[in-house]
Protein backbone atom coordinates (compact mmCIF):
# COMPACT_ATOMS: atom_id res chain seq x y z
CA UNK A 1 0.00 0.00 0.00
CA UNK A 2 0.75 3.49 -0.38
CA UNK A 3 2.59 4.06 -3.44
CA UNK A 4 3.63 7.71 -4.87
CA UNK A 5 2.32 9.50 -8.10
CA UNK A 6 4.65 11.13 -10.24
CA UNK A 7 3.07 13.39 -12.85
CA UNK A 8 4.49 14.50 -15.76
CA UNK A 9 3.80 17.66 -18.41
CA UNK A 10 0.36 16.63 -17.97
CA UNK A 11 -2.29 18.45 -20.29
CA UNK A 12 -5.79 17.86 -19.87
CA UNK A 13 -8.11 18.35 -22.87
CA UNK A 14 -12.21 18.28 -22.76
CA UNK A 15 -12.36 17.76 -26.57
CA UNK A 16 -10.26 20.54 -28.01
CA UNK A 17 -10.73 22.66 -24.65
CA UNK A 18 -7.29 22.70 -23.21
CA UNK A 19 -8.11 22.76 -19.10
CA UNK A 20 -4.59 21.94 -17.83
CA UNK A 21 -1.66 22.94 -19.21
CA UNK A 22 1.87 21.70 -18.40
CA UNK A 23 1.14 20.22 -14.75
CA UNK A 24 4.43 18.17 -13.22
CA UNK A 25 4.31 17.49 -9.49
CA UNK A 26 5.44 14.45 -7.00
CA UNK A 27 2.87 12.84 -4.97
CA UNK A 28 4.48 11.72 -2.01
CA UNK A 29 3.69 8.34 -0.26
CA UNK A 30 2.33 8.25 3.04
CA UNK A 31 1.66 11.85 3.19
CA UNK A 32 -0.95 14.64 2.38
CA UNK A 33 -1.02 16.79 -0.87
CA UNK A 34 -3.21 19.45 -1.03
CA UNK A 35 -4.49 20.77 -4.35
CA UNK A 36 -5.45 24.70 -3.88
CA UNK A 37 -6.54 27.56 -6.08
CA UNK A 38 -9.15 29.53 -7.40
CA UNK A 39 -12.94 27.77 -9.34
CA UNK A 40 -12.17 26.86 -12.23
CA UNK A 41 -8.44 26.23 -12.60
CA UNK A 42 -8.47 22.60 -12.83
CA UNK A 43 -7.77 21.14 -9.36
CA UNK A 44 -10.93 18.67 -9.67
CA UNK A 45 -9.71 17.76 -13.54
CA UNK A 46 -6.39 16.72 -12.11
CA UNK A 47 -7.40 14.92 -9.61
CA UNK A 48 -9.68 13.32 -11.53
CA UNK A 49 -7.16 12.39 -14.17
CA UNK A 50 -5.17 10.89 -11.70
CA UNK A 51 -7.49 7.51 -11.59
CA UNK A 52 -8.82 8.03 -15.02
CA UNK A 53 -12.32 9.15 -13.55
CA UNK A 54 -12.38 12.39 -16.31
CA UNK A 55 -12.49 9.82 -18.73
CA UNK A 56 -15.95 8.99 -17.77
CA UNK A 57 -16.57 12.75 -19.51
CA UNK A 58 -17.28 12.33 -23.20
CA UNK A 59 -14.19 14.04 -24.89
CA UNK A 60 -12.17 14.12 -21.96
CA UNK A 61 -8.31 13.44 -22.56
CA UNK A 62 -4.87 14.06 -21.41
CA UNK A 63 -1.55 13.61 -22.75
CA UNK A 64 1.72 13.60 -20.65
CA UNK A 65 2.73 10.66 -18.08
CA UNK A 66 0.93 10.12 -14.47
CA UNK A 67 2.74 7.21 -12.99
CA UNK A 68 2.11 4.80 -10.05
CA UNK A 69 5.20 3.95 -8.33
CA UNK A 70 7.01 4.10 -11.84
CA UNK A 71 4.24 2.50 -14.25
CA UNK A 72 2.18 4.27 -16.66
CA UNK A 73 -1.14 4.74 -15.84
CA UNK A 74 -1.97 5.61 -18.98
CA UNK A 75 -0.15 3.19 -20.92
CA UNK A 76 -1.99 1.51 -23.52
CA UNK A 77 -2.24 -1.78 -21.92
CA UNK A 78 -4.01 -0.55 -18.74
CA UNK A 79 -7.61 -1.21 -17.92
CA UNK A 80 -8.59 2.17 -16.30
CA UNK A 81 -11.03 -0.02 -14.27
CA UNK A 82 -7.92 -1.78 -12.48
CA UNK A 83 -6.53 1.62 -12.45
CA UNK A 84 -9.20 2.88 -9.95
CA UNK A 85 -9.19 -0.68 -7.72
CA UNK A 86 -6.09 0.65 -7.03
CA UNK A 87 -6.72 4.85 -6.82
CA UNK A 88 -9.97 5.11 -4.88
CA UNK A 89 -11.54 8.38 -4.90
CA UNK A 90 -14.06 10.45 -2.12
CA UNK A 91 -16.05 13.27 -3.78
CA UNK A 92 -17.31 16.10 -3.00
CA UNK A 93 -21.09 15.07 -1.82
CA UNK A 94 -21.26 12.33 -0.17
CA UNK A 95 -23.00 9.80 -2.56
CA UNK A 96 -23.72 6.07 -0.18
CA UNK A 97 -25.78 3.71 -2.29
CA UNK A 98 -29.42 4.71 -1.45
CA UNK A 99 -30.53 1.33 -2.20
CA UNK A 100 -27.74 -0.59 0.24
CA UNK A 101 -27.88 -0.89 3.69
CA UNK A 102 -24.53 0.49 5.87
CA UNK A 103 -22.98 -3.02 6.16
CA UNK A 104 -23.45 -3.28 2.00
CA UNK A 105 -22.33 -0.18 0.94
CA UNK A 106 -19.08 -0.96 2.71
CA UNK A 107 -18.67 -3.72 0.68
CA UNK A 108 -20.32 -2.31 -2.08
CA UNK A 109 -16.47 -2.52 -4.25
CA UNK A 110 -16.05 -5.95 -3.72
CA UNK A 111 -19.98 -6.90 -4.22
CA UNK A 112 -20.23 -4.97 -7.04
CA UNK A 113 -17.77 -6.66 -8.38
CA UNK A 114 -19.63 -9.84 -7.82
CA UNK A 115 -16.17 -11.34 -5.57
CA UNK A 116 -17.44 -13.76 -3.14
CA UNK A 117 -16.61 -13.50 0.23
CA UNK A 118 -17.62 -15.35 3.47
CA UNK A 119 -20.12 -13.88 5.51
CA UNK A 120 -17.12 -14.10 8.13
CA UNK A 121 -14.71 -12.07 5.92
CA UNK A 122 -17.32 -9.47 4.84
CA UNK A 123 -17.87 -8.67 8.65
CA UNK A 124 -14.60 -8.17 9.48
CA UNK A 125 -13.99 -5.79 6.04
CA UNK A 126 -16.89 -3.82 7.48
CA UNK A 127 -15.60 -3.16 10.92
CA UNK A 128 -12.09 -2.68 9.79
CA UNK A 129 -13.16 -0.18 7.42
CA UNK A 130 -15.57 1.59 9.64
CA UNK A 131 -13.08 1.45 12.49
CA UNK A 132 -10.66 2.85 10.11
CA UNK A 133 -13.40 5.90 8.91
CA UNK A 134 -13.99 6.24 12.50
CA UNK A 135 -17.49 5.33 12.05
CA UNK A 136 -17.65 2.16 13.66
CA UNK A 137 -18.74 3.44 17.25
CA UNK A 138 -21.90 5.46 15.83
CA UNK A 139 -23.21 2.72 13.33
CA UNK A 140 -22.30 -0.18 14.54
CA UNK A 141 -25.65 -0.85 15.92
CA UNK A 142 -27.63 -0.48 12.67
CA UNK A 143 -25.58 -1.81 10.26
CA UNK A 144 -28.64 -2.35 8.39
CA UNK A 145 -30.18 0.52 8.45
CA UNK A 146 -29.76 2.29 4.68
CA UNK A 147 -26.78 4.48 4.33
CA UNK A 148 -28.94 7.49 3.02
CA UNK A 149 -30.37 7.66 6.98
CA UNK A 150 -27.24 8.93 7.91
CA UNK A 151 -25.98 12.46 8.31
CA UNK A 152 -23.91 14.33 6.03
CA UNK A 153 -20.84 13.81 7.57
CA UNK A 154 -21.43 10.25 8.76
CA UNK A 155 -22.18 9.38 4.94
CA UNK A 156 -18.75 11.32 3.93
CA UNK A 157 -17.14 8.95 6.31
CA UNK A 158 -19.20 5.83 5.13
CA UNK A 159 -17.88 7.07 1.73
CA UNK A 160 -14.31 7.12 2.86
CA UNK A 161 -14.87 3.62 4.40
CA UNK A 162 -16.21 2.25 1.63
CA UNK A 163 -12.97 3.69 -0.36
CA UNK A 164 -11.00 1.72 2.07
CA UNK A 165 -12.68 -1.27 2.04
CA UNK A 166 -10.78 -1.88 -1.23
CA UNK A 167 -7.38 -1.32 -0.04
CA UNK A 168 -6.04 0.89 -2.48
CA UNK A 169 -2.86 2.57 -3.16
CA UNK A 170 -3.85 6.51 -3.04
CA UNK A 171 -7.09 7.92 -1.97
CA UNK A 172 -8.08 10.92 -3.89
CA UNK A 173 -10.63 13.46 -2.30
CA UNK A 174 -12.25 15.66 -3.91
CA UNK A 175 -13.36 18.63 -1.45
CA UNK A 176 -14.37 15.93 0.59
CA UNK A 177 -15.31 18.45 3.34
CA UNK A 178 -17.62 21.28 1.70
CA UNK A 179 -20.74 20.11 1.83
CA UNK A 180 -20.02 19.60 5.76
CA UNK A 181 -20.41 21.28 9.57
CA UNK A 182 -17.16 21.83 11.05
CA UNK A 183 -18.15 18.99 13.36
CA UNK A 184 -18.23 16.62 10.47
CA UNK A 185 -15.16 18.51 9.05
CA UNK A 186 -13.11 18.43 11.82
CA UNK A 187 -14.01 14.80 12.70
CA UNK A 188 -13.14 14.44 8.75
CA UNK A 189 -9.54 16.24 9.33
CA UNK A 190 -8.71 13.79 11.80
CA UNK A 191 -9.51 11.42 9.77
CA UNK A 192 -7.01 11.88 7.30
CA UNK A 193 -4.36 12.84 9.28
CA UNK A 194 -4.76 8.89 10.39
CA UNK A 195 -4.99 7.59 7.24
CA UNK A 196 -2.00 8.95 5.90
CA UNK A 197 -0.19 6.94 7.91
CA UNK A 198 -1.32 4.00 5.66
CA UNK A 199 -2.24 5.73 2.38
CA UNK A 200 -0.97 8.54 -0.06
CA UNK A 201 -3.74 11.02 -0.24
CA UNK A 202 -4.60 13.71 -2.09
CA UNK A 203 -6.71 16.33 -1.37
CA UNK A 204 -8.76 18.90 -2.95
CA UNK A 205 -9.86 21.93 -0.98
CA UNK A 206 -11.36 25.49 -0.93
CA UNK A 207 -10.86 26.10 2.50
CA UNK A 208 -7.06 27.35 3.23
CA UNK A 209 -7.05 26.85 6.97
CA UNK A 210 -7.97 23.10 5.66
CA UNK A 211 -5.06 22.85 3.57
CA UNK A 212 -2.73 24.03 6.14
CA UNK A 213 -3.85 21.77 9.55
CA UNK A 214 -3.98 18.70 7.18
CA UNK A 215 -1.80 18.48 4.29
CA UNK A 216 2.44 18.21 4.06
CA UNK A 217 2.27 19.16 0.57
CA UNK A 218 0.59 21.96 -1.27
CA UNK A 219 0.11 22.58 -4.89
CA UNK A 220 -1.17 26.23 -5.81
CA UNK A 221 -3.04 26.42 -9.04
CA UNK A 222 -4.19 29.02 -11.13
CA UNK A 223 -5.67 30.50 -14.12
CA UNK A 224 -4.55 33.41 -16.37
CA UNK A 225 -8.27 34.25 -17.08
CA UNK A 226 -11.66 32.84 -18.13
CA UNK A 227 -10.86 30.01 -21.20
CA UNK A 228 -7.31 30.12 -20.21
CA UNK A 229 -5.79 26.85 -19.16
CA UNK A 230 -5.47 26.06 -15.58
CA UNK A 231 -1.55 25.93 -14.30
CA UNK A 232 0.28 24.40 -11.53
CA UNK A 233 1.70 27.81 -10.28
CA UNK A 234 4.14 26.43 -7.49
CA UNK A 235 4.16 23.22 -5.16
CA UNK A 236 6.69 23.16 -2.18
CA UNK A 237 6.06 21.86 1.51
CA UNK A 238 2.83 23.40 3.23
CA UNK A 239 4.54 25.21 5.73
CA UNK A 240 6.40 27.18 3.11
CA UNK A 241 3.58 27.99 0.76
CA UNK A 242 1.48 29.62 3.92
CA UNK A 243 4.65 31.33 4.95
CA UNK A 244 7.28 31.97 2.56
CA UNK A 245 5.83 31.37 -1.01
CA UNK A 246 8.03 31.65 -3.75
CA UNK A 247 5.47 33.35 -5.74
CA UNK A 248 3.42 36.45 -5.96
CA UNK A 249 0.67 35.06 -7.20
CA UNK A 250 0.22 32.19 -4.45
CA UNK A 251 1.02 34.79 -2.01
CA UNK A 252 -1.66 36.85 -2.97
CA UNK A 253 -4.26 33.89 -2.97
CA UNK A 254 -3.49 32.41 0.75
CA UNK A 255 -3.58 35.78 1.71
CA UNK A 256 -7.26 36.99 0.27
CA UNK A 257 -5.60 39.67 -2.11
CA UNK A 258 -6.79 37.95 -5.19
CA UNK A 259 -7.41 39.43 -8.13
CA UNK B 1 -29.92 53.13 3.00
CA UNK B 2 -31.97 55.68 2.45
CA UNK B 3 -31.04 56.08 -1.51
CA UNK B 4 -32.48 52.33 -1.71
CA UNK B 5 -35.73 53.77 -0.45
CA UNK B 6 -37.35 54.35 -4.63
CA UNK B 7 -41.18 55.01 -4.54
CA UNK B 8 -41.55 51.54 -4.79
CA UNK B 9 -40.18 50.67 -1.50
CA UNK B 10 -41.65 53.28 0.13
CA UNK B 11 -45.10 51.53 -0.93
CA UNK B 12 -44.08 48.51 0.29
CA UNK B 13 -42.44 49.45 3.46
CA UNK B 14 -46.22 51.13 4.15
CA UNK B 15 -47.95 47.92 3.85
CA UNK B 16 -49.81 46.60 6.68
CA UNK B 17 -48.96 42.61 7.41
CA UNK B 18 -51.95 41.70 8.82
CA UNK B 19 -55.48 42.01 6.46
CA UNK B 20 -59.09 40.42 6.90
CA UNK B 21 -59.62 36.55 6.69
CA UNK B 22 -63.06 34.63 5.84
CA UNK B 23 -63.67 32.16 8.24
CA UNK B 24 -62.90 28.94 7.33
CA UNK B 25 -66.01 27.53 5.79
CA UNK B 26 -66.93 30.05 3.65
CA UNK B 27 -65.77 28.93 0.55
CA UNK B 28 -67.93 25.23 0.99
CA UNK B 29 -70.78 27.61 2.30
CA UNK B 30 -70.52 29.80 -0.34
CA UNK B 31 -71.00 26.87 -3.01
CA UNK B 32 -73.83 25.19 -1.52
CA UNK B 33 -75.73 28.74 -1.23
CA UNK B 34 -74.58 29.60 -5.04
CA UNK B 35 -75.78 26.19 -6.48
CA UNK B 36 -79.18 26.27 -4.54
CA UNK B 37 -79.41 29.85 -5.84
CA UNK B 38 -79.26 28.57 -9.63
CA UNK B 39 -81.23 25.34 -8.53
CA UNK B 40 -84.04 27.25 -7.66
CA UNK B 41 -83.83 29.88 -10.66
CA UNK B 42 -83.66 27.04 -12.98
CA UNK B 43 -86.40 25.18 -11.15
CA UNK B 44 -88.25 28.92 -11.57
CA UNK B 45 -88.36 28.71 -15.54
CA UNK B 46 -89.06 24.99 -15.68
CA UNK B 47 -84.94 24.12 -17.36
CA UNK B 48 -83.79 22.33 -13.82
CA UNK B 49 -80.68 20.15 -14.77
CA UNK B 50 -78.27 18.50 -12.33
CA UNK B 51 -75.36 19.34 -14.68
CA UNK B 52 -76.94 22.52 -15.77
CA UNK B 53 -76.96 23.34 -12.21
CA UNK B 54 -73.82 22.12 -10.95
CA UNK B 55 -71.96 24.40 -13.60
CA UNK B 56 -73.36 27.36 -13.61
CA UNK B 57 -73.52 27.02 -9.92
CA UNK B 58 -69.27 26.87 -9.55
CA UNK B 59 -69.56 30.22 -12.09
CA UNK B 60 -72.08 31.97 -10.03
CA UNK B 61 -69.19 30.76 -6.77
CA UNK B 62 -66.24 31.61 -8.29
CA UNK B 63 -67.79 35.15 -9.21
CA UNK B 64 -69.04 35.38 -5.77
CA UNK B 65 -65.79 34.06 -3.68
CA UNK B 66 -63.59 36.50 -5.75
CA UNK B 67 -66.12 39.70 -4.89
CA UNK B 68 -66.03 38.65 -1.29
CA UNK B 69 -62.47 37.62 -1.03
CA UNK B 70 -61.09 40.90 -2.86
CA UNK B 71 -63.50 42.78 -0.27
CA UNK B 72 -62.28 41.39 3.06
CA UNK B 73 -58.92 39.88 2.28
CA UNK B 74 -57.39 42.06 -0.56
CA UNK B 75 -56.65 41.53 -4.10
CA UNK B 76 -53.63 38.60 -4.28
CA UNK B 77 -55.98 36.52 -1.59
CA UNK B 78 -58.88 37.13 -4.50
CA UNK B 79 -56.81 35.96 -7.12
CA UNK B 80 -55.68 33.02 -4.96
CA UNK B 81 -59.16 31.96 -4.71
CA UNK B 82 -60.14 31.93 -8.62
CA UNK B 83 -57.23 30.13 -9.08
CA UNK B 84 -58.08 27.55 -6.56
CA UNK B 85 -61.38 27.35 -7.94
CA UNK B 86 -60.13 26.96 -11.26
CA UNK B 87 -57.73 23.73 -10.50
CA UNK B 88 -60.89 22.18 -8.47
CA UNK B 89 -63.18 22.61 -11.27
CA UNK B 90 -60.44 21.25 -13.51
CA UNK B 91 -60.01 18.28 -10.92
CA UNK B 92 -63.45 17.71 -11.13
CA UNK B 93 -63.75 17.62 -15.03
CA UNK B 94 -60.95 15.13 -14.93
CA UNK B 95 -62.66 12.71 -12.70
CA UNK B 96 -66.17 12.85 -13.66
CA UNK B 97 -65.84 11.14 -16.83
CA UNK B 98 -63.17 8.33 -14.74
CA UNK B 99 -66.05 7.90 -12.17
CA UNK B 100 -69.16 7.87 -14.80
CA UNK B 101 -67.35 4.80 -16.85
CA UNK B 102 -66.50 3.15 -13.87
CA UNK B 103 -70.27 3.32 -12.16
CA UNK B 104 -71.41 2.40 -16.06
CA UNK B 105 -69.38 -0.49 -16.06
CA UNK B 106 -70.11 -1.32 -12.41
CA UNK B 107 -73.77 -1.30 -13.23
CA UNK B 108 -74.06 -3.47 -16.37
CA UNK B 109 -71.40 -5.48 -15.89
CA UNK B 110 -71.87 -7.25 -12.08
CA UNK B 111 -75.34 -8.89 -13.35
CA UNK B 112 -73.22 -11.62 -15.36
CA UNK B 113 -69.79 -10.72 -13.38
CA UNK B 114 -69.35 -14.20 -11.19
CA UNK B 115 -67.61 -17.55 -10.98
CA UNK B 116 -69.17 -18.99 -13.51
CA UNK B 117 -68.85 -16.36 -15.86
CA UNK B 118 -64.96 -16.48 -15.74
CA UNK B 119 -64.44 -19.96 -15.79
CA UNK B 120 -66.87 -21.26 -18.84
CA UNK B 121 -65.75 -20.64 -22.37
CA UNK B 122 -68.32 -19.74 -25.40
CA UNK B 123 -68.00 -22.89 -26.33
CA UNK B 124 -71.79 -24.11 -28.04
CA UNK B 125 -73.48 -21.04 -26.65
CA UNK B 126 -75.69 -19.79 -29.19
CA UNK B 127 -78.86 -17.37 -29.70
CA UNK B 128 -79.99 -16.08 -26.06
CA UNK B 129 -79.13 -19.35 -24.08
CA UNK B 130 -78.27 -18.18 -20.33
CA UNK B 131 -74.64 -19.26 -20.41
CA UNK B 132 -71.13 -18.43 -21.78
CA UNK B 133 -68.21 -16.88 -20.15
CA UNK B 134 -65.08 -15.33 -20.96
CA UNK B 135 -62.52 -17.73 -19.58
CA UNK B 136 -61.13 -18.16 -23.33
CA UNK B 137 -60.59 -14.65 -23.53
CA UNK B 138 -58.94 -13.92 -20.17
CA UNK B 139 -56.72 -16.90 -21.10
CA UNK B 140 -56.09 -15.15 -24.66
CA UNK B 141 -55.48 -12.12 -22.86
CA UNK B 142 -53.33 -13.01 -20.28
CA UNK B 143 -50.69 -14.85 -22.57
CA UNK B 144 -51.14 -12.46 -25.36
CA UNK B 145 -50.16 -9.47 -23.60
CA UNK B 146 -47.46 -11.62 -21.45
CA UNK B 147 -45.71 -12.35 -24.43
CA UNK B 148 -45.59 -8.62 -26.01
CA UNK B 149 -44.18 -8.15 -22.50
CA UNK B 150 -41.57 -11.09 -23.11
CA UNK B 151 -40.29 -9.11 -26.06
CA UNK B 152 -40.69 -5.83 -25.70
CA UNK B 153 -39.25 -5.67 -22.18
CA UNK B 154 -35.45 -6.26 -23.40
CA UNK B 155 -35.72 -4.68 -26.52
CA UNK B 156 -37.28 -1.34 -24.66
CA UNK B 157 -35.10 -1.67 -21.85
CA UNK B 158 -31.68 -1.96 -23.65
CA UNK B 159 -32.64 0.70 -26.44
CA UNK B 160 -33.31 2.86 -23.30
CA UNK B 161 -29.96 1.58 -21.22
CA UNK B 162 -28.35 2.73 -24.77
CA UNK B 163 -29.81 6.09 -24.86
CA UNK B 164 -28.93 7.14 -21.41
CA UNK B 165 -25.80 5.27 -20.68
CA UNK B 166 -24.02 5.30 -24.21
CA UNK B 167 -24.72 8.65 -25.04
CA UNK B 168 -25.45 11.21 -27.23
CA UNK B 169 -24.29 10.16 -30.30
CA UNK B 170 -25.73 9.96 -33.95
CA UNK B 171 -27.38 6.54 -33.70
CA UNK B 172 -28.85 7.69 -30.21
CA UNK B 173 -30.63 10.66 -31.36
CA UNK B 174 -31.81 9.21 -34.66
CA UNK B 175 -33.00 6.00 -32.20
CA UNK B 176 -34.95 8.67 -29.83
CA UNK B 177 -36.84 10.16 -33.32
CA UNK B 178 -37.89 6.84 -34.28
CA UNK B 179 -38.94 5.53 -30.90
CA UNK B 180 -40.91 9.17 -31.37
CA UNK B 181 -42.37 8.17 -34.56
CA UNK B 182 -43.23 4.75 -33.27
CA UNK B 183 -44.98 5.99 -30.64
CA UNK B 184 -47.64 7.63 -33.06
CA UNK B 185 -48.30 4.61 -35.40
CA UNK B 186 -52.05 3.86 -35.32
CA UNK B 187 -52.85 0.39 -33.35
CA UNK B 188 -54.33 -0.89 -36.62
CA UNK B 189 -51.41 -0.14 -38.48
CA UNK B 190 -49.35 -2.47 -36.42
CA UNK B 191 -51.51 -5.51 -36.12
CA UNK B 192 -51.35 -5.46 -40.30
CA UNK B 193 -47.98 -5.03 -40.18
CA UNK B 194 -47.51 -8.40 -37.89
CA UNK B 195 -49.92 -9.91 -39.88
CA UNK B 196 -48.31 -9.08 -42.63
CA UNK B 197 -44.46 -10.00 -41.18
CA UNK B 198 -46.05 -13.58 -40.41
CA UNK B 199 -47.69 -14.38 -43.82
CA UNK B 200 -44.52 -13.55 -45.47
CA UNK B 201 -43.19 -16.84 -43.79
CA UNK B 202 -46.54 -18.58 -43.56
CA UNK B 203 -48.78 -18.19 -46.19
CA UNK B 204 -51.76 -15.77 -46.29
CA UNK B 205 -54.91 -16.07 -43.42
CA UNK B 206 -52.12 -17.22 -40.57
CA UNK B 207 -54.06 -16.30 -37.08
CA UNK B 208 -52.28 -17.26 -34.40
CA UNK B 209 -52.02 -15.71 -31.04
CA UNK B 210 -47.91 -14.70 -31.73
CA UNK B 211 -48.71 -12.70 -34.26
CA UNK B 212 -50.71 -10.46 -31.68
CA UNK B 213 -48.24 -10.34 -29.51
CA UNK B 214 -45.79 -8.81 -32.00
CA UNK B 215 -48.19 -6.68 -32.87
CA UNK B 216 -48.34 -5.48 -29.57
CA UNK B 217 -45.07 -5.26 -28.83
CA UNK B 218 -44.20 -2.89 -31.58
CA UNK B 219 -46.85 -0.67 -29.71
CA UNK B 220 -45.54 -1.50 -26.23
CA UNK B 221 -41.81 -1.42 -27.38
CA UNK B 222 -41.67 2.84 -27.64
CA UNK B 223 -43.64 3.32 -24.47
CA UNK B 224 -41.18 1.20 -22.78
CA UNK B 225 -38.32 2.95 -24.30
CA UNK B 226 -39.46 6.53 -23.10
CA UNK B 227 -40.73 5.85 -19.84
CA UNK B 228 -37.61 3.54 -19.34
CA UNK B 229 -35.13 6.10 -20.49
CA UNK B 230 -36.81 8.91 -18.29
CA UNK B 231 -36.53 6.56 -15.27
CA UNK B 232 -32.53 6.02 -16.15
CA UNK B 233 -31.87 9.46 -16.42
CA UNK B 234 -33.08 10.07 -12.65
CA UNK B 235 -30.31 8.11 -11.41
CA UNK B 236 -27.91 10.25 -10.37
CA UNK B 237 -24.70 10.65 -11.41
CA UNK B 238 -22.56 10.68 -8.66
CA UNK B 239 -23.89 7.07 -7.70
CA UNK B 240 -22.31 5.72 -11.95
CA UNK B 241 -19.57 8.02 -10.81
CA UNK B 242 -19.17 6.15 -7.04
CA UNK B 243 -19.22 3.09 -8.39
CA UNK B 244 -16.65 3.34 -11.27
CA UNK B 245 -14.20 4.98 -8.55
CA UNK B 246 -14.46 1.90 -6.54
CA UNK B 247 -13.43 -0.36 -9.66
CA UNK B 248 -16.71 -1.51 -10.82
CA UNK B 249 -16.79 -2.02 -14.51
CA UNK B 250 -18.82 0.18 -16.81
CA UNK B 251 -21.70 -2.62 -17.08
CA UNK B 252 -21.90 -3.85 -13.72
CA UNK B 253 -22.54 -0.47 -12.59
CA UNK B 254 -25.51 -0.30 -15.25
CA UNK B 255 -26.62 -3.61 -13.92
CA UNK B 256 -26.47 -3.68 -9.89
CA UNK B 257 -26.50 0.00 -9.43
CA UNK B 258 -28.33 1.89 -12.15
CA UNK B 259 -31.04 -0.79 -12.67
CA UNK B 260 -31.50 -1.52 -9.48
CA UNK B 261 -31.59 2.28 -8.26
CA UNK B 262 -34.13 2.77 -10.86
CA UNK B 263 -36.09 -0.42 -10.91
CA UNK B 264 -39.37 0.82 -9.08
CA UNK B 265 -39.65 3.58 -12.03
CA UNK B 266 -39.06 0.84 -14.35
CA UNK B 267 -41.36 -1.49 -13.27
CA UNK B 268 -44.06 1.08 -13.22
CA UNK B 269 -43.16 1.82 -17.05
CA UNK B 270 -43.77 -1.68 -17.82
CA UNK B 271 -46.98 -2.02 -16.21
CA UNK B 272 -48.23 1.63 -18.05
CA UNK B 273 -47.09 -0.50 -20.82
CA UNK B 274 -48.93 -3.22 -20.64
CA UNK B 275 -52.14 -0.89 -19.69
CA UNK B 276 -51.46 0.65 -23.06
CA UNK B 277 -51.39 -2.53 -24.91
CA UNK B 278 -53.75 -4.69 -22.96
CA UNK B 279 -56.81 -3.33 -24.31
CA UNK B 280 -56.09 -2.92 -27.75
CA UNK B 281 -58.61 -4.64 -30.27
CA UNK B 282 -58.21 -3.34 -33.75
CA UNK B 283 -54.99 -5.45 -34.06
CA UNK B 284 -56.03 -8.43 -32.22
CA UNK B 285 -58.96 -8.87 -34.61
CA UNK B 286 -56.51 -9.18 -37.45
CA UNK B 287 -53.78 -11.03 -36.55
CA UNK B 288 -55.64 -13.28 -33.35
CA UNK B 289 -59.04 -13.66 -34.58
CA UNK B 290 -61.73 -15.05 -32.85
CA UNK B 291 -62.69 -18.32 -31.63
CA UNK B 292 -65.46 -19.40 -29.12
CA UNK B 293 -63.20 -22.02 -26.72
CA UNK B 294 -59.93 -21.89 -24.98
CA UNK B 295 -56.58 -22.58 -26.65
CA UNK B 296 -53.94 -22.37 -24.84
CA UNK B 297 -51.03 -22.33 -27.56
CA UNK B 298 -49.75 -19.57 -28.35
CA UNK B 299 -48.14 -20.52 -31.89
CA UNK B 300 -51.31 -22.57 -33.21
CA UNK B 301 -54.73 -21.68 -34.23
CA UNK B 302 -56.59 -18.65 -33.20
CA UNK B 303 -57.09 -17.23 -29.76
CA UNK B 304 -59.92 -15.22 -28.29
CA UNK B 305 -59.14 -11.81 -25.75
CA UNK B 306 -60.81 -9.71 -23.59
CA UNK B 307 -61.03 -6.62 -25.81
CA UNK B 308 -62.12 -8.82 -29.64
CA UNK B 309 -64.77 -10.33 -26.85
CA UNK B 310 -66.47 -7.45 -25.76
CA UNK B 311 -66.66 -6.22 -29.41
CA UNK B 312 -67.99 -9.40 -30.84
CA UNK B 313 -70.83 -9.82 -28.42
CA UNK B 314 -71.87 -5.81 -28.71
CA UNK B 315 -71.88 -6.12 -32.18
CA UNK B 316 -73.54 -9.49 -32.20
CA UNK B 317 -76.72 -7.06 -31.24
CA UNK B 318 -79.93 -8.58 -29.48
CA UNK B 319 -80.79 -12.15 -29.02
CA UNK B 320 -83.50 -13.19 -30.96
CA UNK B 321 -85.05 -15.75 -28.51
CA UNK B 322 -84.09 -16.43 -24.56
CA UNK B 323 -82.32 -14.00 -22.81
CA UNK B 324 -82.18 -10.73 -25.58
CA UNK B 325 -80.06 -8.47 -24.05
CA UNK B 326 -77.42 -11.50 -23.00
CA UNK B 327 -74.68 -10.42 -25.84
CA UNK B 328 -74.86 -6.93 -24.30
CA UNK B 329 -74.48 -8.25 -20.76
CA UNK B 330 -71.02 -10.35 -21.40
CA UNK B 331 -69.88 -7.58 -23.51
CA UNK B 332 -69.92 -5.35 -19.96
CA UNK B 333 -69.38 -7.80 -17.65
CA UNK B 334 -65.98 -8.72 -19.92
CA UNK B 335 -65.00 -5.23 -19.84
CA UNK B 336 -65.40 -5.63 -16.53
CA UNK B 337 -63.16 -8.15 -16.25
CA UNK B 338 -60.71 -6.14 -18.19
CA UNK B 339 -60.61 -3.27 -15.92
CA UNK B 340 -60.00 -5.30 -13.18
CA UNK B 341 -57.18 -7.13 -14.41
CA UNK B 342 -55.60 -4.00 -15.27
CA UNK B 343 -56.02 -2.66 -11.97
CA UNK B 344 -54.88 -6.21 -10.25
CA UNK B 345 -51.84 -5.81 -12.49
CA UNK B 346 -51.28 -2.05 -11.57
CA UNK B 347 -51.53 -3.19 -7.43
CA UNK B 348 -48.63 -5.94 -8.54
CA UNK B 349 -46.60 -3.05 -9.72
CA UNK B 350 -47.28 -0.98 -6.78
CA UNK B 351 -45.96 -3.60 -4.35
CA UNK B 352 -43.14 -4.57 -6.36
CA UNK B 353 -42.33 -0.67 -6.64
CA UNK B 354 -43.01 -0.49 -3.20
CA UNK B 355 -40.26 -3.39 -2.40
CA UNK B 356 -37.25 -1.78 -4.46
CA UNK B 357 -37.74 1.66 -3.82
CA UNK B 358 -34.23 3.32 -2.24
CA UNK B 359 -34.48 3.26 1.48
CA UNK B 360 -34.91 6.09 3.33
CA UNK B 361 -35.51 6.86 6.79
CA UNK B 362 -33.85 6.47 10.12
Not at chain 1, 13 to 18: K, P
Not at chain 2, 167 to 193: K, Y
Request: proline share 5%; net charge positive.
Amino acid sequence: MAKRLDIKDLNIYYSDFLAVEGVSMAVEPRAVTALIGPSGCGKSTVIRSMNRMHEVIPGARISGRITLDGEDLYGTSVDPVQVRRNIGMVFQRPNPFPTMSIHANVIAGMRLNNRRMSKKTADEIVESSLRGANLWNEVKDRLNKPGSSLSGGQQQRLCIARAIAVQPDVLLMDEPCSALDPISTLAIEDLIGELKKDYTIVIVTHNMQQAARVSDQTAFFNLAGVGQPGKLIEMDATEKIFSNPGQKATEDYISGRFG
Amino acid sequence: MTTLRDPLHAQLAGKKLTHGKLPRFTPIGLLVLSVAIVSGLLALFDVFSVPLAVVLGVVLFAVAIMALSGAVEGSRSARDRLATTVMYSAFGLAVVPLVSLLWTVLRYGLDRFNGYFLTYTMRGVFGGMDAGGVYHAIVGTLEITLFATVISVPIGLLTAIYLVEYGPTRLGRGITFFVDVMTGIPSIVAGLFAYALFALFLGPGVRMGVVGSVALAVLMIPVVVRASEEMLKLVPNELREAAYALGVPKWLTIVKVVLRTSVAGLVTGVMLAIARVIGETAPLLITVGVIDSANFNLFDGRMMTLPVFVFRQYSQGLAPNGITTINYDRAWAAALTLIIIVMLLNLIARLISRLFAPKTGR
